[in-house]
């Protein structure tokens, strides 16, 4: 059986990328779940890591895209 304290951790991963961001994203109190909660009529978002409408990847910043698998996502409960 395989000891807790030094089997390596998995990391659990957000529905969405931590560095995603969007005006919505400032109003929430809670961790989004859907890609609503990001976009308003402006659909407008960007990265946090960047400051642009492209991630480090250097593809485009959305919450359909921005989510496990992109090789430039961290979850958003890694910092907590």
């Given at each position: 059986m395989p000891?807790?304290?030094?089997?390596?951790s998995t990391?659990?991963?957000s529905p969405f990328c931590g560095a995603l961001?969007?005006?919505k994203?400032?109003?929430m109190d809670t961790l989004a779940t859907d890609a609503s909660q990001y976009l308003d009529a402006s659909n407008h978002?960007?990265?946090r890591e960047t400051q642009q409408v492209l991630g480090p990847d250097g593809?485009?910043?959305q919450p359909k895209r921005c989510v496990p698998?992109?090789?430039?996502?961290t979850s958003a409960?890694?910092?907590?």
């Open positions: 000891n807790e304290l030094t089997s390596p990391s659990v991963q961001r969007s005006k994203f400032f109003m978002c960007w990265c593809g485009r910043v698998g992109r090789a430039c996502y409960l890694d910092s907590v």
